[in-house]
């Protein structure tokens, strides 16, 4: 596939002309893709170069009637450069304020909405049991998020997102 560079200016007309399209789409995800009820918690996990799809899903989420949302973002470069500079022993344990967070929010019944966008290059190179020992660890440790998640008990989606490619 050849990338068609798009300056800062395009890219901005380019979202005005749909933003009504993108509202839409956050609309569907919080009303249908989690159906979050009013009053109810949103946890939203997000990638940082999404903020301006991310802000959308918020506003349309306190619309609906949202208790509160709590934003969780990632950064397909910061998570690169921890894999680089951490030993794999590291990611055996995920710190205890992750648990709380995680853990304290599927137990208040929150619903859980992940907007998903990386560059599938992102972690070439890396050494794969540092992410398989990080995901081993947050479904072992972050049993009453893990839990919510495969018996039920909180909503959740997962929604595409578009990112640059690193290049």
Known sequence: MTAIPMTDEECRLATEAISEQLDRYANLLVKKGVALHPEQELVLSAPVERADFARRVVRAAYRVGAGHVTVIWHD???TRLTY???PTAWFETVPSWQREQLNSLAEGGAAFLFLEGSDPSSL???DPAKPATASRARNEQCKSFRDGMDFGRNAWCIAGVP???AG
């Open 76 to 78: 397909d470069q910061v």
């Open 84 to 86: 680089e500079n951490v």
């Open 163 to 165: 990112v640059a490619l």
């Open 124 to 126: 070439k190179g890396i």
